[in-house]
């Protein structure tokens, strides 16, 4: 399968790295693209939360299939410093969609951190293949959380 194009608009650029968004469905995209330095990471996910928290949204799509080098100190400050702060400033029914390399470095990091959000933030998340079924899986696991105008 391809992926769908959704209508998302870019929201957030670090190095090669992008966030985009789908307001429609209330759908943020983080892609993750070649190497990433520390810093680099840790901003990445910093603006990208910050974003998510400001529209409350709560269905993401994680695509690590471009993924490069990302140390396992980054790796960690995700675990310990992102994902606490997802679960407290998110909704309670997040749910996110991993689109995984297939790299086995990159898939070990990948599967790292996938057991680690689940741990910490008891949401919904599943690895699927493509962007059409990452779409179509959080349609069906959640509602969309309506923001106070």
């Known amino acids: 399968m391809t ?4 209508p998302m608009e870019k929201i957030i650029t670090v190095e090669q790295a992008q966030t985009l968004y789908d307001a429609s469905n209330k759908i943020i995209k983080m892609t993750f693209i070649g190497d990433m330095s520390d810093d680099s990471y840790k901003a990445f ?10 529209q409350q949204v709560n269905r993401i799509i994680i ?8 140390s396992f100190n ?3 400050w995700v675990v310990i410093s992102a994902f606490p702060r997802v679960k407290k400033v998110l909704p309670n029914n997040m749910a ?5 390399s297939e790299k086995i470095m990159q ?6 951190l996938l057991k680690a959000f689940r741990t910490l933030t008891g949401y919904t998340v599943e690895i699927l293949p ?20």
Not at 3 to 6: E, G, P, V
Not at 63 to 70: A, F, H, L, S
Not at 134 to 141: D, G, N, P, Q, S
């Open 107 to 112: 898939k070990t990091g990948m599967q790292y």
């Open 130 to 149: 493509d962007q059409e079924e990452a779409v179509a899986f959080l349609r069906k696991v959640n509602n969309l959380v309506k923001v106070p105008a």
């Open 74 to 76: 980054a790796r960690g």
């Open 3 to 6: 992926d769908i194009a959704m």
């Open 45 to 54: 996910w910093t603006k990208s939360i910050d974003f998510a928290e400001k």
């Open 96 to 100: 996110a969609a991993i689109l995984g």
């Open 63 to 70: 695509d690590q299939r471009q993924i490069g080098n990302v």
